[in-house]
């Protein structure tokens, strides 16, 4: 049993108040203002291990409107950001299951900010474990961001169809990583070396260009990915 400094034993605690102190999910996440402040976006819990986007107006008395739910089985949604006024993109992930194997996987996925037109961003093939990182918003450009894909390239997409409007950079046999300047240009480069059993290097380099047509150049070389 439980005791105190004192020596006297613990107060019984009821597994519904252990619930309420330590398990409780926060109500509210993710939570972000559309660029004109006219609405807020949020994660909410919902039942089990899942969770609902919702938007709801700035103006006094305005309740939330359900946009998107995910089941917790085997998805959840970890963030969701305003790209435009009438459209957000949110990251997905969860588990599923290949043979004996349990993989996880990643998705980002549009949606409209009054709702449906739900589409997947990126490669969405049912064996592909990770959908893409965004590697740039486009802040210039309302329609479209950059996502580096599993075989190391970087296309833009457009967040309403998932078409492709430019391959960027093309995939590289190398496991690669890019950084843009935030005007669609990509500028730092890092690679790593596959080793054993399929593993990465622990060792990562660093190249830097300033122009679309110049040579990688390096710059620096570590021992973890920054």
């Not at 990770?130 to 950059?146: Q, T």
């Not at 075989?151 to 190398?174: C, F, L, P």
């Amino acid at each position: 049993a439980m005791a105190q400094a004192d020596g006297s034993a613990a107060p019984a605690i009821s597994e519904e108040e252990i619930a309420s102190r330590f398990g409780a999910l926060r109500g509210a996440s993710s939570v972000a203002l559309a660029p004109d402040g006219s609405a807020i976006s949020f994660l909410a819990p919902s039942t089990g291990q899942g969770n609902d986007l919702y938007v709801v107006s700035t103006q006094e008395g305005a309740q939330p409107r359900r946009l998107l739910r995910a089941s917790g089985n085997p998805e959840i949604l970890n963030w969701c950001f305003w790209k435009s006024l009438t459209r957000l993109v949110c990251e997905m992930e969860g588990r599923e299951g290949f043979g004996r194997n349990v993989l996880g996987f990643v998705r980002f996925i549009g949606v409209d900010a009054t709702g449906g037109n739900v589409v997947v961003l990126g490669h969405s093939g049912r064996r592909a474990m990770y959908g893409g990182g965004v590697v740039d918003w486009l802040y210039r450009d309302p329609d479209h961001i950059l996502l580096s894909t599993a075989g190391g390239a970087v296309v833009k997409v457009n967040i309403h169809d998932n078409s492709v409007a430019d391959t960027v950079m093309r995939g590289r046999e190398i496991p690669t990583g890019y950084m843009s300047d935030g005007e669609g240009n990509l500028r730092v480069m890092v690679t790593s070396q596959i080793v054993a059993d399929a593993a990465l290097s622990n060792t990562f380099r660093y190249f830097h260009r300033t122009g679309e047509g110049d040579d990688w150049a390096p710059i620096a070389v570590n021992d973890e990915q920054v």
